[in-house]
């Protein structure tokens, strides 16, 4: 009994050192993959759409200019002047433009955010007034929760570091603690021109940290 005893303990022994083998094996060739730049290429290649949980490929700026000359070219790709801050959690957002023209009064931006976004962006003409804010904490979560991709405000912001935590992206000239009015003045579904460019419900926005692009359609890879 005893020699039994001592050899089904041995095989305790040996089957555990096989599982901590395996296992240091598995964590390692993990780590290889993870640091391995296919992995790093793939990672940087694609992204999920949260609203619609798809995955979508990541165009960048950058490489959507280098890729259509023609249409930058012809108008029908354009980038907007550099005087845009960067907030919210995605840096990098598209989508389809729902317009929306404002001065100083933010009813009609919280109508649109309240409603399903579909992984649009809603740009907002403010008219360029740095004298208050048009979106806050409240309506940018509101807007991660309907599904808008992301925001352009021409005009500012507040409730900075609650935009920064929340998962949409955000641009705006910058940041105001004083609330708009709430007279529900101005127009949805306008044509705007808003950092030299004109532009229209149900063009693409492209942004991400190097500025932002509107396309008459949406751009392929």
Same mark, same amino acid.
């Given at each position: 009994?005893?020699v039994?005893s001592i050899?089904g303990?041995?095989?305790m ?11 240091h094996? %598995? ?6 993959i993870n640091?391995?730049?296919? %992995? ?5 290649? %694609?992204h999920?759409?949260a609203?619609?949980?798809?995955h979508?490929?990541a165009?960048?700026?950058?490489d959507?200019?280098d890729s ?11 980038a907007l +002047?550099?005087?845009f801050?960067?907030?919210?959690q995605r840096?990098?957002f ?9 001065f100083e009064?933010n009813?009609l ?6 409603t399903s976004g +579909? ?5 907002? +003409? ?7 804010a048009l979106i806050?904490?409240?309506?940018a979560e509101?807007?991660?929760t ?5 925001i352009?405000?021409n005009g ?6 609650e935009i ?11 940041s ?5 009015n ?12 808003i950092a030299?460019?004109?532009m ?6 492209y942004a991400?940290s190097d ?10 890879i």
């Amino acid at each position: 009994m005893q020699v039994l005893s001592i050899a089904g303990n041995v095989a305790m022994v040996l089957g555990s050192r096989i599982l901590l083998n395996s296992k240091h094996r %598995f964590l390692s060739s993990l780590t290889q993959i993870n640091s391995s730049p296919l %992995f790093s290429l793939l990672q940087s290649q %694609f992204h999920t759409n949260a609203s619609s949980g798809r995955h979508m490929a990541a165009i960048t700026t950058a490489d959507a200019c280098d890729s259509n000359a023609e249409l930058l070219m012809s108008g029908d790709l354009r980038a907007l +002047d550099p005087i845009f801050k960067i907030y919210g959690q995605r840096h990098v957002f598209s989508g389809p433009i729902v317009t929306v023209k404002v001065f100083e009064d933010n009813v009609l931006v919280r109508q649109l955010l309240e409603t399903s976004g +579909d992984g649009r962006v809603l740009v907002v +003409d403010g008219g360029g007034s740095t004298r208050c804010a048009l979106i806050g904490g409240n309506l940018a979560e509101s807007a991660h929760t309907m599904g808008w991709a992301g925001i352009v405000v021409n005009g500012c912001i507040r409730d900075v570091d609650e935009i920064n935590a929340c998962d949409i992206g955000v641009r705006a000239l910058g940041s105001n603690p004083l609330k708009s009015n709430k007279k529900a003045v101005g127009d949805k579904h306008v044509p705007v021109r808003i950092a030299g460019t004109l532009m229209h419900d149900g063009e693409w926005l492209y942004a991400d940290s190097d500025g932002i692009l509107i396309s008459k359609t949406e751009l392929s890879i």
